[in-house]
């Protein structure tokens, strides 16, 4: 995801400078819907130039996303300049043995939080009537166990308590859920949420898919029915290879935000009725420092040829210059323009 350094009193978004103007035929916001809600849009949407990404600056499950810092439950976050993310270190896990997380996993105190901080800046920048606003929920039910604890004791717990393992994952749905809720009566309107919750590795899934179903698919599938129940939509974010868990993704999400590592033309064949996918460019043609205009305009028609028949697709790559940026965002919506209609 785009991410912009993050002070107090502002917020994160994603939208990148430099923008094309693009004479769309109606708001990229009403065509998010119709891509949201399984219906053909009108053209292929770019993900960080149609949407605008919001992120209250008093929401503490992560410190600012190019920063060191502790977060709201106390872990350490130490940023790794050659990953170009946060990490947090072994020895800093404030519960290593997941099984004391009733005593060690403080939650925080949310009525005691200012949710309202940042709200008329972020409304005074952005035209809801035109794009959706998309908040992120940092740190799944998964991730969270793994930030606060030692990964091998983790898997141990998953294999031999499984009781314990479903509490604590509903203990965390409930934080999340009373979490969105303040998000929503606090803050600018949110038109959709992403759940952040990493499952997979490059090779396969963390855990099997009956492990899955067994501890996290409920919980989430908790949360994400709260935010449809309050009208907004989902978008499930989840990196790693996981193909067989996206079946249970489409149960209760309107969107997954996978990597190219999974089979997205079989996943589409088999969920597609009811979950849209984001699809990345091929990087080794995106991120040449000479690439030519030709090479991007085939990446984007042959990207949206084999991935967007019928709709159900949205375009992750947005380029790292504002030339390819420029040929990729008018490709994308004239090619696709051209084709849906």
Known sequence: MAQEKQKAGTFMTGPAPQLPTIDYPIPPRENMKLLLEHKKPLWVPVMFAENTFCFCPNDGERPPLSESGVDWFGATWRFVDAAGAQMVPPDTHICPDPRDWR???????????????????????????????MYVLQNGIFERLLDISDSEEVFIWLATEPDDVIEYANAMADYK????????????????????????????????????AKYFFEPTKRIADHIHSRGAYVNMHSCGKIDDIVPYIAQFADMWEGQPMNDHVALKRKCGDKLAFTIHLDPKITEKPDVTEGELVSAVRQTIDKYGEGGGMVMFTMGSSPFATEIIMRETFEYSRRKYA
Request: aromatic share 14%; no cysteine; net charge negative.
């Open 103 to 133: 005593e060690k996993l403080i939650f925080p105190d949310l009525d005691a939080i200012d949710f309202s901080a940042g709200r008329d800046e972020m409304a005074a920048m952005f035209d809801n009537s035109k794009k959706m606003n």
């Open 177 to 212: 859920i009373r979490l969105v809720d303040k998000i929503l009566d606090g803050w600018v309107p949110v038109d959709f949420f992403a759940i952040s919750d990493d499952w997979g590795t490059q090779r396969a899934p963390f855990m099997s898919p009956d492990m899955y």
